[in-house]
T-cell receptor
Framework: AQKITQTQPGMFVQEKEAVTLDCTYD???????LFWYKQPSSGEMIFLIY??????QNATEGRYSLNFQKARKSANLVISASQLGDSAMYFC??????????FGTGTSLTVIP | DSGVTQTPKHLITATGQRVTLRCSPR?????VYWYQQSLDQGLQFLIQ???????AKGNILERFSAQQFPDLHSELNLSSLELGDSALYFC?????????????FGSGTQLSVL
């Protein structure tokens, strides 16, 4: 069964605008961690933001924020004030207590000048 | 720079051959993870080592093996290579073995099997 679902294969956003990348997850484990990674064309994976399942507040890291809705099992990434350098693949991931790590299929974001 | 070092960056080899990919984790990190990213399957978890011991196993083929050495670097061995093994192989590290830790990825090794 799909553990992490990213339904948007590609997204476009105007420079300086905000964009939301969707991610839903499926687990019955009460303890889990949710992550977002950025993969630019160079191929490396860059950690962006983390949300723990017991965290009360939504995580924020600079221009990145995670809109965590536990009841809906969603962990959407919000990028504010998009920059051209934000163009990349974005992966949502979940880590369970068995140390299994599940990645979504990714969303390709293109920032338009 | 994530602090995770992977070598080589690119590897071209022929079917049936064996290769070894190397990963040095961030200083202080005890866990090493290996992932395979191919076009048709996305990012797949292969295996995790923590402080020299195998910790978790994912979709790793029997032709593949890995180990973590006392200095904490890790090697992923791929043998009897097939065309379908062509992919980007990532190594990642974290401080401990637990579920709520950040992973830091290396820049990957691009393997091309011809």
């Amino acid at each position: 069964a799909q553990k992490i679902t990213q339904t948007q294969p590609g997204m476009f956003v105007q420079e300086k605008e905000a964009v939301t990348l969707d991610c839903t997850y499926d687990t019955s484990d009460p303890s889990y961690g949710l992550f977002w990674y950025k993969q630019p064309s160079s191929g490396e994976m860059i950690f962006l933001i983390y949300q723990g399942s017991y965290d009360q507040q939504n995580a924020t890291e600079g221009r990145y924020s995670l809109n965590f809705q536990k009841a809906r099992k969603s962990a959407n990434l919000v990028i504010s004030a998009s920059q051209l350098g934000d163009s990349a693949m974005y992966f949502c991931a979940m880590r369970l207590t068995g140390n299994q790590f599940y990645f979504g299929t990714g969303t390709s974001l293109t920032v338009i000048p | 720079d994530s602090g995770v070092t992977q070598t080589p960056k690119h590897l071209i080899t022929a079917t049936g051959q064996r290769v070894t990919l190397r990963c040095s984790p961030r200083s202080g990190d005890l866990s090493v993870y290996w992932y395979q990213q191919s076009l048709d399957q996305g990012l797949q978890f292969l295996i995790q080592y923590y402080n020299g011991e195998e910790r978790a196993k994912g979709n790793i083929l029997e032709r593949f093996s890995a180990q973590q050495f006392p200095d904490l670097h890790s090697e992923l061995n791929l043998s009897s290579l097939e065309l379908g093994d062509s992919a980007l192989y990532f190594c990642a590290s974290s401080v401990g073995p637990n579920s709520n830790e950040k992973l830091f990825f290396g820049s990957g090794t691009q393997l091309s099997v011809l």
